[in-house]
């Protein structure tokens, strides 16, 4: 079957009923803006071609009697965005209770992987949505505790029940007695507790937790998607570059956190060390086909290399074999045909039982192996005099509140490469804006060389 499916922003998805059931949920932490963007100038550039198109095999025998599986296993599956392929004939497998990384390049489809998952544009066991933390009066935790509709149903009946019973109506007390066992089995009374604490590892101070989601910047409200989805304890839980928007503290606790996860996870993130220390299998994206290595980010590397070694090999006996041919007397369509087609002989020759009806397409010739790298040229700036740029006896605030800054002198030379590190929220950001002139100081100034022009990665990427 074929299916076409206009682009739908989601930040996750998840059941709505128990959390043993709730077999998806997706926390996308990439910037909304710069996803949007994205995608407006992607339609704007041809509005004819602003689906997603996707191809699945038919279902298996074998495939049915996974439907209500927990493994997901999708196999033979296309996906191509505005004309340009992502996945073609691609094979999905993800076993209960494995901790995967998902690796690639940029741009080549990990996260529309993940969010077709999410929206059931593939067929995998059945998943509902659940809509993305909103600025509104809710405090943070109470946005956490929301997550779990089964549980607020309860609580829900419970006081319906209850209000019934306190009017004389005994005959719903065997009913309330069940509700009680229900909230027993899923720790009810525990959750706020274990609410509070997942929020505290995101780097929430208690005030924070009870403060209103209106009153949080963006960054943060994607911490208590975060926080929600870890709440939940789904089945299979999908995380795009969760470390993206947290400090250092943060991402050291939910390292250690999901190294206790008990069920699935598929994380895509740029982050070595954080693939390193939490994931028991890395799926590599790779000329839109996806390929399995057990053990975590550095295992695969090590095996990578190994099967890069190997492909070479097989490509120098391929271009051997064409040179052969050709020197007998073959032409070099002649010689690429019969190379071929020993290629689709061993193929079928070692195709499992059960996969006669898979696919004849004929093998096509190996490519040349190639390491992907990417380059970046600086040109060498001619020297500047100084002051290169700086600060000087700067304090700085926002409308009279606590002073982020004061009394701070700091420059920057020509040899200078600086990390900026520090928790969310004491002035990380503002320190650049005051460099660039973006902000001025509340006392004292800012100097810079008049050849100075700065330029953000928004418009690199415009």
């Not at 279902?59 to 493994?71: I, K, P, T």
């Amino acid at each position: 079957w074929n299916l076409h499916l206009r682009t739908r922003n989601l930040m996750f998805g998840t059941s709505e009923d128990a959390v043993d059931r709730c077999p998806l949920l997706l926390v996308s932490l990439s910037s909304q803006m710069e996803y949007e963007r994205q995608l407006a100038s992607v339609r704007a550039q041809n509005a004819l071609e602003g689906d997603f198109s996707i191809s699945q095999a038919e279902l298996s025998s074998r495939q049915a009697m996974l439907e209500n599986a927990s493994d997901i296993k999708l196999e033979r599956f296309s996906i191509s965005a505005h004309g340009k392929e992502l996945f073609v004939n691609a094979d999905l497998l993800i076993v209960a209770g494995r901790r995967y990384g998902l690796v690639g390049p940029n741009g080549k489809g990990k996260t529309t992987l993940l969010k077709h998952i999410a929206n059931r544009a593939l067929s995998i066991p059945p998943q509902h949505r659940c809509s993305p933390v909103v600025a509104d009066d809710t405090p943070a935790v109470q946005a956490v505790l929301k997550a779990d509709t089964r549980r607020l149903k309860l609580l829900e009946d419970e006081r319906r029940l209850q209000a019934r019973l306190d009017k004389g109506e005994d005959n719903v007390s065997e009913e309330l007695e069940k509700v009680y066992e229900e909230l027993a089995a899923i720790g009810a009374a525990a959750a706020e507790a274990k609410a509070r604490r997942i929020l505290a590892g995101l780097s929430f101070t208690p005030e924070m937790q009870n403060r209103p989601t209106k009153r949080f910047s963006g960054g943060w409200r994607m911490r208590v998607s975060l926080a929600r989805a870890l709440f939940m304890e789904p089945t299979l839980l999908m995380l795009d570059e969760p470390t993206n928007h947290l400090d250092l503290n943060a991402v050291i606790w939910l390292n250690n956190y999901l190294q206790g996860w008990k069920k699935t996870l598929l994380i895509v993130s740029h982050d070595q060390s954080f693939l390193d220390e939490v994931c028991t299998d890395i799926i590599h994206l790779d000329n839109q086909k996806l390929y399995y290595y057990r053990g975590n980010y550095l295992t695969f590397k090590k095996m990578y290399v190994q099967k890069q070694k190997e492909m070479q090999k097989q490509y120098d006996k391929q271009e051997k074999k064409l040179k052969d041919l050709k020197a007998g007397g073959k032409s070099t369509k002649q010689a690429e045909k019969q190379t071929k087609d020993a290629l689709t002989r061993k193929q079928q020759k070692g195709r499992k039982k059960g996969q006669e009806e898979e696919s004849q397409d004929a093998q096509e010739l190996l490519k040349r192996p190639r390491e992907y790298t990417v380059k970046f040229t600086f040109p060498n700036p001619p020297p500047l005099s100084p002051p290169v740029l700086g600060l000087h006896s700067v304090d700085f605030d926002y409308d009279r509140q606590k002073p982020l800054f004061k009394n701070v002198d700091f420059g920057i030379d020509m040899e200078s490469r600086i990390c900026i590190v520090g928790p969310n929220g004491v002035g990380k950001s503002t320190l650049l804006l005051l460099l660039t002139g973006k902000l001025n100081p509340t006392k004292g100034e800012m100097r810079k060389n008049h050849r100075l022009v700065s330029s953000t990665q928004m418009l690199l990427g415009g």
